[in-house]
């Protein structure tokens, strides 16, 4: 049972998702410690979710159709935003040098993988539909679901450092100006989507 959420949870955490774009593209321009404290952030997103649904209020949220609605809606503002951002950004890449730059003061990483995990409807789902199917269905439900929550983590944190690091040794390649700007658009293209996609689900 335990092996299933296991592998089943790594599987649905290595679909690309908001998560990952957010984290290429700050490694890509800011080099891998952005990448890092953008994980980061989507972290702490996650131990937040992680803490609503072990004490009922991502349920209740969820059974809430207007705060559910609220959240939903903010999510996709925000996905859009980052979107049309990354596309502007692409416009003056070509004339940069190919070196990862400065990307601002480190809260700003952890921030924007912060609310892009935190605003994502998904992952409340994920921990408020998905994660109760392997609680016990008597005794000390709560340990079970902080166990299940601890090793959501571990496998998020896992997952995404190794691709951080992916992504920053092929960084050399995709930092030249041109292609810099081509992974922005592309970013800021997958983004949009993500947020048109969560607005019709």
Not at 25 to 35: D, E, I, V
Not at 36 to 65: D, N, Q, R, Y
Not at 156 to 162: D, E, K, T
Request: aromatic fraction near 6%.
């Amino acid at each position: 049972m335990l092996l299933t959420f296991v592998v089943t949870t790594l599987v649905m955490i290595m679909i690309p998702g908001p998560d990952a774009a957010l984290i290429m593209r700050s490694s890509l321009a800011h080099g891998r410690m952005a990448g890092l404290l953008t994980m980061f952030g989507g972290l702490l997103g996650l131990s937040v979710h992680a803490a609503a649904a072990a004490i009922g209020l991502s349920a209740l949220l969820v059974a809430s159709p207007t705060a559910f609605t609220v959240v939903r809606g903010l999510g996709i503002c925000y996905l859009l935003w980052l979107g049309v951002h990354a596309l502007l950004s692409s416009r003056g890449r070509a004339a940069e040098t190919a070196v990862a730059a400065p990307g601002g003061p480190p809260l700003a990483h952890v921030r924007r993988g912060l609310l892009s995990n935190l605003l994502n409807p998904k992952v409340l789902l994920l921990f408020v539909t998905w994660l109760p199917q392997f609680l016990p269905s008597h005794g000390d439900t709560l340990s079970s679901a902080l166990l299940l929550s601890g090793i959501i983590a571990v496998l998020y944190a896992l997952w995404f450092s190794l691709y951080n690091l992916i992504v920053d040794r092929v960084g050399a390649l995709l930092r030249t100006p041109r292609v810099r700007a081509r992974v922005e658009r592309v970013t800021g293209v997958l983004l949009v989507g993500f947020a048109l996609r969560l607005a019709v689900q």
